[in-house]
């Protein structure tokens, strides 16, 4: 069982940025591929950045890539999502989680261990 706690979300100005970070607890959090999903009200959980249990490959959506960054300490049991240049249309709670598979993957479903989530809303 691995239990995930998100921090880092706020509010924040259009064009600012912010860093999440997600704390997991267990032993073999190198052995999981970890995610950051994000869904805003009303609208469909949708995928934002992946990485790789050693941390040697990560996938990003279409939309942040140049902007947002996702990185993994795992002598800290955590992976953290820094995002710069956010938009107001980003505003949504962020999710991270985990997947027992080590090759990070960009669908949901494949997750097995999910966050609460943090709230970020970005200001116009």
């Known amino acids: 069982q691995v239990q995930l706690v998100e921090s880092g979300g706020g509010l924040v100005q259009a064009g600012g940025s912010l860093r999440l970070s997600c704390a997991a607890s267990?032993?073999?959090?190198?052995?999981?591929?970890m995610g950051w999903f994000r869904q805003a009200p009303e609208k469909e959980r949708e995928f934002v950045a992946a990485?790789?249990?050693?941390?040697?490959?990560?996938k990003y959506a279409d939309s942040v890539k140049g902007r947002f960054t996702i990185s993994r300490d795992n002598a800290k049991n955590t992976v953290y999502l820094q995002m710069n240049s956010l938009k107001p249309e980003e505003t949504a709670v962020y999710y991270c989680?985990?997947?027992?598979?080590?090759?990070?993957?960009?669908?949901?479903?494949?997750?097995?261990?999910w966050g609460q989530g943090t709230q970020v809303t970005v200001a116009s």
């Open positions: 989680a985990a997947d027992r598979v080590v090759v990070p993957s960009i669908h949901g479903e494949n997750y097995d261990y």
């Open positions: 267990g032993r073999t959090f190198s052995s999981y591929g």
């Open positions: 990485i790789s249990g050693g941390g040697g490959t990560t």
